[in-house]
């Protein structure tokens, strides 16, 4: 008895704590959401397959990709025109496109409940097969004030992966069309591999990242890494010290405390599918 | 007559030639022998120092007599430099400064020298002078002298056009030790004085050093609360380099001497002002204004030298630092959890943006409330001499080229605002809604120290007349045929009593309802009330609720 009150205890403080893992919405946020997913019908959304991601090099043609940006799950990317006919002035910004590629088709549909809850206007905005696209499994998108028919935006999950893609600006670039570009990466995510009944989507290897635990700030400490060498890297220093990476001439990546205090690298590892892996090692910088 | 000087003459006397040393002597058997005085000779000089130089007055004695006479420089019996030969008037003083360059016009190197006047039949007199380097190479930002936490160290968010947070270093705002491999830290490798480093007037990117960041020449804002007295621990120089390309010492200490450091602008600390080459000092500041904003300030240091006992004599020249140091209301605050992922500090484009908003409409910044006056008035634009509104964006509607209200910067899914791709020139797009001006809003006023800012949720609106921001002015119809938020997102920091909007101005002019609209500032408003929040804003009952603190990216 005594034991299963510990287990039971425990296995709440854990749930507990993965709760706290995401955003605490409140109760008119929820409220909100529940709207939403009523007014879109999410419920009859129609559900793919699981994929193995959206390559990152995903053939946009005529559009320059800018650097990949990691939040959380989301890559953030800005994509410039290169080509003039394709609606713009060359290396002007042409839109930008955020995807996510989920370990379920659950967590994908969330990401694009949050993008429709996000529209502060009380109207209803079109599905993508009632403007005659055929794009994902369900999307939607925004009709824009710049040109008669222009898209401003054009949300959608396929399986597992949500992509929204919004126009930088269209009163700039009133010709730019995002309807083809959005039909280009539906076609690639249908062109990785569909994924068995509960397998995930494959993240990339980082087996190891460590550094020493103790450090005096204006030094530079080595961080040991074991990471997929095609792997894109995005690092991340925080907490109350201070600090930065940085790839020396050797080839070797460096830690730069540059402050006290305690200090946590994040490295993020981003696969050409554009799934993520994440590694943290925690360390104390103390004054010089 | 005949008088050369290299160096800079303060004064020559008026010189008139007699008949001769001898004669005079005949005539006035009472006077006592002619010789020579320096009345006054620096013991140490440092001419790569603005102003600085050796100074040398001397004269002959007794008056009414003259000679010819030179003042030399003269290092190990070797004569260095010639600085002054003329006939010395008696009783006028010539007055010199040695450059601190040989005949050849070269710098000379740290190390002990001999400043001798000499004339015919005289004994020659001279004076020791020490050749030194002195220099601040570093410069930190401390707590003030006030006891509490006041100094922060600022944030960049970006890094050779990608976005990357870094802070400026604590062990040194300023730093000023010459490239890696120079030969000394206090002079460039031609022997010339290493000039003084600039202030860093980017708010994006720190210093950079083809795409890394830079570690050896930089000079970062500081950042302090309003009204603390800024501490700084100096940092000097450990050497020189002579004019042929070789690494000297700083020429100091030597037998018997000390040196220590003062600064026009602010206190040394006694206990903590003599300068060693690597050594450190502490100088206080007076206090800052009681006003979030940009403070320049420039920075003069002197030098002074004494034998051990005596009196502190000031040493020749000066070198100035300038600093620019913003002032926050308080320590910055963030979202529980933001820290895990950047240092808490204020970002540089964001204090930059209030002082210059701050600056245009020319109001006070001294409290919480007239804070966040500046910031919704300056945010907004379009008023006051601001022509636009942050970074130019626009809000989301059909009228303004842009949709529905989309969310470009604030992350629904993760509570996140992306502040660093709209203080990047609106990176996501011109467009936004008003969950991005409210967590652009809480964000940033609690990155500069107003306390208890949160977010409030709003329900559905049935919207009066409406001015979002960057638009030509009021509508009552927003979407194009529909004029109704789903939900509207605003700021407070008195738990919603009074709420402020950086979206939208409110329609002040008695009709709400009509058009044109008067402008009507969102600047903690009430919630409830005659011409409050609720009752301007729309006609439906509205619904509102406090959320937590958006994280930051």
Same mark, same amino acid.
């Given at each position: 008895m005594k034991h299963s009150a510990l287990l039971f205890t425990f296995v709440l403080l854990v749930a507990v704590a993965s709760a706290q893992e995401g955003p605490r919405r409140s109760d008119l946020e929820l409220r909100h959401r529940g709207e939403i997913e009523r007014t879109y019908a999410r419920a009859a959304w129609p559900v793919g397959s699981l994929r193995a991601g959206l390559p990152l090099e995903a053939p946009l043609t005529g559009f320059a990709a800018g650097p990949v940006v990691v939040e959380g799950e989301l890559l953030v990317r800005t994509f410039a025109f290169a080509a003039p006919e394709l609606g713009g002035p060359a290396g002007e910004s042409a839109f930008v496109l955020e995807s996510r590629v989920a370990d379920s088709l659950g967590e994908a549909q969330e990401e694009l409940v949050g993008w429709l809850s996000g529209l502060q206007s009380a109207q209803r905005m079109p599905s993508l097969g009632e403007l005659g696209l055929q794009i994902g499994d369900a999307g939607f998108a925004g009709r824009s004030g710049a040109r008669a028919g222009g898209l401003a935006w054009i949300a959608f999950v396929r399986g597992n992966v949500a992509v929204r893609l919004s126009a930088f600006?269209?009163?700039?670039?009133?010709?730019?069309?995002?309807?083809?570009?959005?039909?280009?990466?539906?076609?690639?995510?249908?062109?990785?591999?569909?994924?068995?009944?509960?397998?995930k989507p494959l993240r990339p290897a980082l087996a190891r990242l460590?550094?020493?635990?103790?450090?005096?700030?204006?030094?530079?400490?080595p961080?040991?890494?074991?990471?997929?060498?095609?792997a894109l890297l995005s690092w991340h220093v925080g907490a109350s010290g201070q600090g930065y990476v940085e790839r020396g001439g050797d080839g070797r990546w460096w830690l730069h405390p540059t402050g006290p205090g305690p200090l946590r690298v994040t490295l993020a590892a981003v696969s050409a599918l554009g799934t993520v892996a994440r590694r943290s090692v925690e360390l104390t910088v103390d004054d010089d | 007559m005949s008088a050369t000087s290299r160096s800079v003459a303060w004064s020559l006397p008026a010189l008139s030639l007699v008949a001769g040393l001898g004669r005079a002597q005949q005539s006035q058997p009472a006077s006592p022998l002619p010789h020579l005085v320096i009345e006054r000779a620096s013991?140490?000089?440092?001419?790569?120092?603005?102003?600085?130089?050796?100074?040398?007055?001397?004269?002959?004695?007794?008056? =009414?007599?003259? &000679?010819?006479?030179?003042?030399? @420089?003269?290092?190990? *019996? %070797?004569?260095?430099? +010639?600085?002054?030969?003329?006939?010395?008037?008696?009783?006028?003083p010539v007055?010199?400064?040695?450059?601190?360059?040989?005949?050849?016009?070269?710098?000379?190197?740290?190390?002990?020298y001999w400043l001798r006047v000499s004339a015919p039949g005289l004994p020659p007199v001279q004076r020791p002078l020490q050749l030194v380097r002195l220099g601040i190479t570093e410069l930190e930002a401390q707590d003030g002298a006030i006891p509490g936490l006041d100094e922060f160290q600022m944030v960049y968010f970006m890094k050779a056009g990608t976005y990357a947070f870094y802070a400026t270093p604590a062990v040194h705002e300023y730093r000023n030790a010459g490239p890696e491999g120079a030969l000394s830290d206090l002079d460039q490798d031609d022997g010339e004085?290493?000039?003084?480093? =600039?202030?860093? &007037?980017?708010?994006?990117?720190? @210093?950079?050093?083809? *795409? %890394?960041?830079?570690? +050896?020449?930089?000079?970062?804002?500081l950042a302090y609360t309003l009204g603390a007295r800024p501490r700084l621990e100096l940092t000097?120089?450990?050497?020189?380099?002579?004019a042929t390309g070789l690494a000297r010492d700083a020429g100091f200490p030597f037998a018997a001497h000390e040196l220590r450091v003062r600064c026009d602008e602010g206190t040394l600390d006694p206990t903590h002002e003599l300068v060693l080459p690597g050594g450190t000092a502490r100088v206080d500041f007076p206090p800052l204004p009681r006003e979030v904003g940009r403070h320049e300030r420039t920075l003069t240091f002197r030098y002074e030298c004494r034998a051990s006992g005596g009196a502190w004599e000031p040493i020749l020249g000066s070198e100035t630092i300038a600093l620019r140091l913003y002032t926050l209301l308080g320590a910055p605050r963030f979202a529980a959890g933001a820290s895990g992922t950047q240092y808490v500090g204020p970002w540089v484009e964001v204090v930059e943006h209030f002082a210059a908003w701050k600056e245009t409409l020319g109001l006070a910044s001294g409290d919480a409330g007239q804070v966040t006056e500046v910031f919704v008035k300056g945010f907004f634009g379009q008023n006051g001499g601001l022509t636009r509104a942050i970074e130019g964006v626009v809000y989301d509607?059909?009228?303004?080229?842009?949709?529905?209200?989309?969310?470009?910067?604030?992350?629904?899914?993760?509570?996140?605002?992306r502040l660093s791709r709209l203080l990047n020139a609106h990176a996501l797009g011109k467009f936004v809604n008003c969950s991005d001006n409210m967590s652009a809003t809480t964000t940033m006023l609690s990155m500069l120290g107003v306390p208890n800012m949160r977010p409030v949720r709003l329900g559905n609106m049935t919207l009066r007349a409406i001015w979002g921001i960057g638009s030509p002015g009021y509508t009552l119809d927003l979407w194009g045929g529909s004029h109704a938020f789903s939900y509207h997102h605003i700021v407070t920091d008195d738990d919603a009593a009074t709420v402020s909007d950086t979206c939208m101005q409110l329609d002040e002019d008695g009709d709400s309802l009509s058009l044109p609209g008067t402008p009507g500032w969102n600047v903690r408003r009430p919630w409830n009330g005659v011409n409050s929040y609720k009752q301007l804003s729309a006609t439906n009952n509205v619904t509102k609720r406090l959320e937590s603190l958006p994280g930051l990216q």
């Open positions: 600006d269209l009163t700039a670039t009133p010709a730019l069309e995002l309807a083809p570009v959005a039909a280009a990466l539906d076609r690639a995510i249908l062109g990785t591999r569909t994924l068995a009944v509960g397998e460590d550094v020493a635990r103790r450090a005096v700030a204006g030094t530079r400490l961080l040991d890494l074991e990471a997929d060498p095609a | 013991r140490v000089a440092d001419p790569k120092l603005a102003g600085g130089g050796a100074e040398l007055v001397f004269r002959l004695a007794p008056a =009414a007599q003259s &000679t010819s006479a030179r003042a030399e @420089v003269v290092k190990e *019996g %070797q004569v260095v430099d +010639t600085l002054w030969s003329g006939t010395l008037g008696a009783g006028t007055a010199l400064q040695w450059d601190g360059r040989d005949a050849a016009g070269a710098r000379c190197d740290t190390g002990a004085p290493r000039p003084a480093v =600039a202030v860093h &007037t980017g708010t994006a990117e720190p @210093v950079l050093d083809g *795409g %890394q960041y830079a570690t +050896t020449a930089f000079n970062y804002p000097f120089g450990l050497g020189s380099t002579s509607a059909y009228p303004l080229g842009g949709d529905g209200g989309a969310t470009h910067y604030h992350n629904f899914t993760s509570g996140n605002m």
